[in-house]
């Protein structure tokens, strides 16, 4: 399987679990459509920057878009994602509960297991409102939460696996790249 179909499976999974949660979480989840409050500086590995911009609709509305606010998304159209169905993994997830894993180091520098890690929840300050991520981690069973660490580790991993392609070549493997890098206009 190539990167970008191993990619593409991966955003169908993440899509299923995030309509899961979606569905599960609807009364404390403020996110809709027109709510753009977290479409800020995005920026995503080579593997979603170069799938995005060989996608001829995409182009053609990166021609025609302006970086009106450096600080918002070049892709928000009134306010909505003008690229929803194509929109990069963490546009996906955000808002959800996620589970952050913070990396433990024990003496000479070695990285402690997994199991000995400290984890923090995040989500949306707009959601989940009766909810503190301090106080009320129990309120979510594992299977309720993004695993940012794993998702982000097998994403890192199919963009090694495509900076390694020829049409991954030219690109930085641990460097992400601004959305705003795809206007062409």
């Known amino acids: ?20 949660l979606f569905r599960r979480f609807a009364p404390a989840v403020e996110c809709r459509r027109g709510c ?25 509305k990166m021609e025609e878009a302006s970086p009106d606010d450096p600080h918002r998304c070049p892709l928000l159209e009134e306010h909505a994602c ?8 963490i546009c ?14 024990g003496p000479e520098a ?15 300050e707009l959601n989940f409102t009766a909810f503190d991520p301090e106080r009320d981690r129990e309120s979510f069973r594992d299977e309720e939460l993004i695993d940012m660490y794993a998702l982000n580790y097998e994403l890192l991993r199919l963009n090694r696996l495509f900076c390694a392609t020829p049409e991954g070549k030219g690109y930085q493997a641990e460097l992400r790249i601004p959305l705003g890098s795809l206007i062409i206009g």
């Open 1 to 20: 399987m190539s990167p970008i179909d191993a990619y593409l499976e991966l955003r169908r999974e993440i899509d299923r679990r995030c309509d899961l």
């Open 36 to 60: 753009s409050r977290c479409c800020t500086h995005i920026a995503v590995l080579p593997l979603e920057f170069d799938r995005l911009r060989r996608i001829p609709e995409i182009r053609q």
């Open 82 to 89: 003008g690229i929803y169905g194509e929109r990069p993994l």
């Open 92 to 105: 996906r997830v955000f808002g959800l509960p996620q589970l952050w894993r913070i990396e433990e180091w």
């Open 110 to 124: 070695r990285l402690l297991p997994q199991s000995d890690w400290d984890s923090a929840l995040d989500w949306c």
